[in-house]
């Protein structure tokens, strides 16, 4: 018996990736089994045939960002630290958050699809904040911390998380705000809002594009970077700086990928 998405759900989610669950039955202990997370907690208004569904549309989802990521089953969970919800602890008006508190992210169940890559990378933000940034409290994001000068923990791999850092948010010369910075800030004072401006979402946005570019697709995990109005405002990074960000992340992560599997 295999819980493989139909063809209402292969519609509305598109993906190319290989088939992870080779036909076996996918339920949320396996998912939990195989990333090793902290906890996965279920709404209790999610149906039976609800959850099914969901498991195997996350299975798929976290195996793809984990193949793209080049990285280990402990990446994804970051070493067991981080918890899911789905269809639970949300938000009015926001279909999917990360909670710093209890490191965990969750996904609505009717509106929170393809916001995973964005709220993974808040989560992964926080946790790579204690080993990147020197003296680092359990509220601080590696991004925001770098931007404002903290001090970092001398590191290759940190040196690679920097760059990415850099790409997104100052421009070619290091020294003035990124052209994806402008378009943001410009989005907030059009909105009266701090939002789009702040440096933890302009990399959670960056992040998901270089997610969506890859190779492997998959609309559960990630969508909307390129044909949405918010794209098209330059909320998402355009042009030579997408390949630079792009670039960045594919050698930070690629390089973190191998040092995490030799360490087994």
């Known amino acids: 018996m295999s819980n493989l998405p139909n063809s209402e759900t292969r519609s509305r989610y598109y993906r190319n990736g290989p088939n992870h669950a080779a036909g076996e039955y996918i339920d949320f ?22 959850r099914e569904r969901a498991a195997g549309l996350f299975y798929d989802a976290l195996c793809d960002l984990m193949l793209i990521l080049q990285g280990p089953e402990p990446l994804i969970s970051l070493r067991g630290s981080l918890s899911l919800q789905y269809g639970i602890g949300g938000r009015p008006g926001v279909s999917a958050h990360y909670n710093p508190a209890s490191r965990s992210f969750s996904l609505a169940k009717n509106a929170g699809p393809g916001s995973i890559a964005h709220e993974w ?12 940034i020197a003296g680092a409290s359990r509220c601080t994001f590696a991004s925001r911390a770098w931007l404002d000068n903290a ?16 790409a997104i948010l100052l421009d070619a010369s290091g020294q003035q ?20 401006s702040q440096p933890e979402e302009l990399c959670a946005r960056a992040f998901e594009a270089f997610v969506q570019d890859a190779a492997i697709k998959n609309g559960f995990l990630v969508k909307g970077t390129k044909a949405t109005k918010e794209a098209e405002l330059g909320l998402y990074p355009q042009g030579a700086q997408r390949e630079q960000i792009n670039a960045a992340f594919s050698r930070y992560f690629r390089t973190l990928g191998a040092a995490l599997r030799r360490q087994g």
């Not at 998912?31 to 996965?40: L, N, P």
């Not at 001090?151 to 850099?166: A, G, R, T, V, Y």
């Open 177 to 196: 705000p990124s052209a994806l910075f402008n378009a943001s800030s410009a989005a907030d004072r059009q909105l009266h809002t701090l939002y789009y």
């Open 121 to 132: 990378f808040h989560a992964f933000d926080h946790y790579i904040a204690g080993k990147s």
């Open 29 to 50: 202990v396996q998912v939990r089994r195989r990333f090793d997370f902290c906890s996965i907690e279920i709404g209790r208004w999610v149906t039976r045939a609800e």
């Open 151 to 166: 001090p970092s923990i001398d590191h290759p791999l940190n040196n690679l998380l920097f760059d990415c850092f850099k």
